[in-house]
């Protein structure tokens, strides 16, 4: 193994001298088509540089050079593809360890051994030995390239991946990142391996794959060869992706009529989930052009003013004083974080508006691109899709009885605040997905009054959950309710998906072989206990919003 140092001033006075040292120490084919690369790598290590000196870190990295790695993944594509041309291709790879600044300088990583490493350790970058898109296998912790000054402003996905150096395993938190050749490779070809890597580490029901199992899988129905690859259609990754043991939905975006949805709000529905969302984009003003695929992992900070500007009215009567208002938290969002293989990971992209209310999704110099697909990769029990359920908590919440129920609540428990459901004062919902194991786990921790009515509630492997919010516990991150759907229904079921209500300090819930629970229609549900559930809540204050699915993102010293 080789060890290279470089600092901050280092990287920026002797730049093109450290590029060369590191190239000719790396077991690589260089071409003139390794600028690219070269570029992202660059970027990737001048953002931990940047971030690490904005963070009070000393800005110094030293770089571990591993020869002879067999990579997976480049390995099956060698076998596949690279070892049938007639010019000679490399079997190993070169895999970088990048760590934080280490005392003294030591000549020797086995010096390191005994040291806490995991601590000091920023990720690993695999570099293939091909003509293009060298940056193969990439697991960074998203904290080292994320802007510093958005620190706990971003939420991610993450998975957690180990990672041998020395015989010494090592944890990183992160979702995969890779760049394609373009021969055994492209954009949509990626998607799926970064999608099958992240399911594959995380979950027991999938396995990582790699480019000869999606030329496999895709070989049946494609009417000509598979490689050198042309790209794949949509629908094929996601038939792909369904023939790997996900169960993903297509939504087409662009157009109009049957299928259309708002990007925007599915897009954040899934993503606030925990659900990584496979994209297609469109080069807005070249239609005929090339399509390119991007996976969005997580997203920015939220905007309380744009949630309240688009703040919908219940009317329950004609008068105006009897109106209801609620805001969804969805529409407060407008920055995403993506991994894009034609930059460096974990970028940056933002929704804005332009001509005839076309929707562009894009960086500060891709901007001019539409969303042409999303493809999300549902469990396989998941049949209740993001905008019907959203669509029956809002039935459920436009009862004029359950409305009562919760202005009264509020009343009682917040005297002389602006009523709930006023104009200045909108009932916030957050909308999400999230398994019943996660959830109970945490409103029993979070709850101790109600620790055994949650631990006992019978509930679907995953469930919806419609979390209830005035504006200032929204920004606390505590609720003040939640609607529970059962995941397993679909839009037909309408009421009877719904499992548990929880107004402030009333809980109504109901067992799935008993009667469904419909918004408490009559009698108080404590006088029908066969059939379901009531708690009042003794010494009520807002609950803990559920955070499991995404990670905020903070760079430490």
Same mark, same amino acid.
């Given at each position: 193994?080789?060890?290279?140092?470089?600092?901050?001033?280092?990287?920026?006075?002797?730049?093109?001298?450290?590029?060369?040292?590191?190239?000719?120490?790396?077991?690589?084919?260089? %071409?003139?088509?390794?600028?690219?690369?070269?570029?992202?790598?660059?970027?990737?290590?001048?953002?931990?540089?940047?971030?690490?000196?904005?963070?009070?870190?000393?800005?110094?990295?030293?770089?571990?050079?591993? %020869?002879?790695?067999?990579?997976?993944?480049?390995?099956?594509?060698?076998?596949?593809?690279?070892?049938?041309?007639?010019?000679?291709?490399?079997?190993?790879?070169?895999?970088?360890?990048?760590?934080?600044?280490?005392?003294?300088?030591?000549?020797?990583?086995?010096?390191?051994?005994?040291?806490?490493?995991?601590?000091?350790?920023?990720?690993?970058?695999?570099?293939?030995?091909?003509?293009?898109?060298?940056?193969?296998?990439?697991?960074?912790?998203?904290?080292?390239?994320?802007?510093?000054?958005?620190?706990?402003?971003?939420?991610?996905?993450?998975?957690?991946?180990?990672?041998?150096?020395?015989?010494?395993?090592?944890?990183?938190?992160?979702?995969?990142?890779?760049?394609?050749?373009?021969?055994?490779?492209?954009?949509?070809?990626?998607?799926?391996?970064?999608?099958?890597?992240?399911?594959?580490?995380?979950?027991?029901?999938?396995?990582?794959?790699?480019?000869?199992?999606?030329?496999?899988?895709?070989?049946?129905?494609?009417?000509?060869?598979?490689?050198?690859?042309?790209?794949?259609?949509?629908?094929?990754?996601?038939?792909?992706?369904?023939?790997?043991?996900?169960?993903?939905?297509?939504?087409?975006?662009?157009?109009?009529?049957?299928?259309?949805?708002?990007?925007?709000?599915?897009?954040?529905?899934?993503?606030?989930?925990?659900?990584?969302?496979?994209?297609?984009?469109?080069?807005?003003?070249?239609?005929?052009?090339?399509?390119?695929?991007?996976?969005?992992?997580?997203?920015?900070?939220?905007?309380?003013?744009?949630?309240?500007?688009?703040?919908?009215?219940?009317?329950?009567?004609?008068?105006?004083?009897?109106?209801?208002?609620?805001?969804?938290?969805?529409?407060?969002?407008?920055?995403?974080?993506?991994?894009?293989?034609?930059?460096?990971?974990?970028?940056?992209?933002?929704?804005?508006?332009?001509?005839?209310?076309?929707?562009?999704?894009?960086?500060?110099?891709?901007?001019?691109?539409?969303?042409?697909?999303?493809?999300?990769?549902?469990?396989?029990?998941?049949?209740?899709?993001?905008?019907?359920?959203?669509?029956?908590?809002?039935?459920?919440?436009?009862?004029?009885?359950?409305?009562?129920?919760?202005?009264?609540?509020?009343?009682?428990?917040?005297?002389?605040?602006?009523?709930?459901?006023?104009?200045?004062?909108?009932?916030?919902?957050?909308?999400?997905?999230?398994?019943?194991?996660?959830?109970?786990?945490?409103?029993?921790?979070?709850?101790?009054?109600?620790?055994?009515?949650?631990?006992?509630?019978?509930?679907?492997?995953?469930?919806?959950?419609?979390?209830?919010?005035?504006?200032?516990?929204?920004?606390?991150?505590?609720?003040?309710?939640?609607?529970?759907?059962?995941?397993?229904?679909?839009?037909?079921?309408?009421?009877?998906?719904?499992?548990?209500?929880?107004?402030?300090?009333?809980?109504?819930?109901?067992?799935?072989?008993?009667?469904?629970?419909?918004?408490?229609?009559?009698?108080?549900?404590?006088?029908?206990?066969?059939?379901?559930?009531?708690?009042?809540?003794?010494?009520?204050?807002?609950?803990?919003?559920?955070?499991?699915?995404?990670?905020?993102?903070?760079?430490?010293?």
């Amino acid at each position: 193994m080789l060890t290279f140092f470089i600092s901050l001033a280092e990287y920026e006075q002797n730049y093109d001298d450290f590029w060369e040292t590191l190239l000719l120490s790396m077991s690589c084919r260089v %071409s003139d088509d390794v600028e690219k690369s070269k570029n992202i790598l660059s970027d990737i290590f001048q953002k931990i540089l940047n971030n690490c000196n904005d963070a009070g870190i000393a800005p110094e990295m030293a770089i571990v050079s591993q %020869s002879y790695f067999v990579d997976p993944e480049y390995r099956d594509s060698f076998h596949s593809y690279y070892s049938n041309k007639h010019m000679k291709y490399q079997r190993y790879c070169t895999r970088l360890f990048l760590f934080k600044k280490c005392e003294g300088r030591p000549e020797s990583p086995l010096d390191w051994i005994n040291s806490n490493l995991n601590d000091a350790f920023i990720g690993c970058i695999v570099i293939k030995p091909t003509l293009r898109g060298m940056v193969g296998r990439t697991l960074i912790k998203p904290e080292y390239l994320l802007p510093y000054s958005e620190a706990g402003s971003i939420y991610t996905r993450l998975s957690t991946y180990y990672v041998s150096f020395h015989g010494k395993p090592l944890e990183i938190k992160t979702f995969p990142y890779r760049m394609q050749d373009s021969e055994a490779t492209t954009c949509a070809e990626v998607t799926i391996i970064n999608l099958m890597d992240y399911f594959g580490n995380h979950y027991r029901d999938y396995c990582q794959i790699y480019s000869s199992n999606i030329q496999s899988a895709v070989s049946i129905d494609h009417y000509e060869r598979s490689v050198p690859s042309r790209g794949l259609s949509y629908k094929t990754v996601t038939r792909a992706l369904k023939g790997f043991g996900l169960s993903p939905r297509l939504y087409p975006v662009r157009r109009s009529g049957y299928g259309s949805i708002q990007p925007e709000k599915t897009l954040h529905y899934y993503i606030e989930s925990g659900i990584p969302v496979a994209i297609c984009l469109r080069p807005y003003y070249s239609p005929q052009s090339m399509l390119h695929s991007i996976i969005c992992v997580g997203h920015g900070k939220g905007d309380m003013g744009k949630i309240l500007r688009h703040a919908e009215q219940f009317k329950l009567t004609e008068s105006p004083q009897d109106s209801f208002y609620f805001a969804d938290t969805a529409n407060g969002y407008d920055s995403y974080i993506v991994m894009d293989d034609n930059h460096s990971p974990y970028q940056k992209y933002s929704f804005s508006r332009g001509p005839k209310q076309t929707v562009y999704f894009g960086n500060g110099t891709d901007d001019k691109r539409t969303i042409e697909y999303l493809s999300v990769p549902l469990h396989k029990r998941t049949y209740l899709e993001a905008e019907n359920a959203f669509s029956i908590c809002k039935k459920i919440l436009g009862d004029a009885k359950i409305i009562e129920i919760i202005k009264n609540r509020y009343a009682a428990n917040f005297p002389g605040a602006i009523p709930i459901g006023d104009e200045k004062n909108p009932l916030l919902l957050r909308l999400f997905l999230a398994s019943a194991r996660s959830y109970i786990n945490h409103r029993v921790n979070s709850i101790s009054t109600l620790d055994a009515f949650y631990s006992d509630l019978p509930l679907p492997k995953a469930v919806w959950v419609c979390e209830l919010y005035d504006q200032s516990h929204y920004g606390e991150k505590k609720i003040l309710g939640e609607i529970v759907l059962d995941a397993t229904a679909t839009e037909h079921t309408g009421h009877d998906s719904l499992l548990l209500e929880n107004y402030l300090d009333r809980v109504y819930a109901c067992y799935p072989d008993k009667e469904p629970l419909k918004c408490m229609q009559s009698n108080p549900p404590d006088v029908d206990s066969g059939k379901r559930l009531f708690a009042i809540i003794s010494d009520w204050v807002p609950m803990s919003s559920y955070e499991n699915n995404l990670k905020s993102i903070v760079l430490t010293g």
